[in-house]
């Protein structure tokens, strides 16, 4: 699977280097509750497009996508989604509200 930038992506977080490439995320404030009454919640989506290989191996299953979370103790909330809704858009030109590069390692 690749990230990959779509109609919903707002923020990127840059690659350190040529080959750790830039990261498209949607960033959003969410508002917990299940009557939308708790507290806001910074919420960070990345989305991924599987490889027409790893399409068929999810379709044949019986495996798993997995989420790994690297050096994050205590692990945070997180969630995996199908979303069919959401499409992916071409990385060129970078139209976002404001880029950042983040350290690696």
Known sequence: MKPVKTDRSNFVYLGPTVDIGDAWVERETVQTGLD????????????????PEERQAIAAGPGVIRLGI????????????????????DVEPPAVERVERVPHG
């Open 36 to 51: 939308g009454a708790g507290p806001t919640v910074n919420v960070v989506w990345m989305d991924w497009q599987p490889s």
């Open 70 to 89: 690297w050096g994050m103790e205590p692990i945070p909330p997180v969630s995996l989604e199908v979303r069919p809704d959401i499409r992916v858009v």
